[in-house]
């Protein structure tokens, strides 16, 4: 019986686990892609100036 919930643990832990890093690289991805537009607006921005 004990063996049987050391499994279930460790399967809990492993999609909690799988949860978090999902949430994250989609957070990651998200703010990257804002971090890049930023930084092309920016850039275009310093280009126009004479």
Same mark, same amino acid.
């Given at each position: 019986? /004990?063996?049987? /919930? +050391?499994?279930?643990? /460790?399967?809990?832990?492993?999609? +909690?686990?799988? $949860?978090?890093?999902? +949430?994250?690289? $989609?957070?990651?991805?998200?703010? $990257? *892609?804002? !971090?890049? !537009? +930023?930084?092309?607006?920016?850039? *275009?921005?310093?280009?126009? /100036?004479?």
């Amino acid at each position: 019986m /004990k063996e049987e /919930k +050391a499994e279930d643990g /460790k399967r809990l832990v492993c999609s +909690a686990y799988c $949860l978090l890093l999902s +949430a994250f690289s $989609l957070f990651f991805i998200s703010h $990257l *892609s804002t !971090l890049i !537009l +930023a930084f092309h607006v920016g850039c *275009s921005r310093i280009n126009e /100036k004479p």
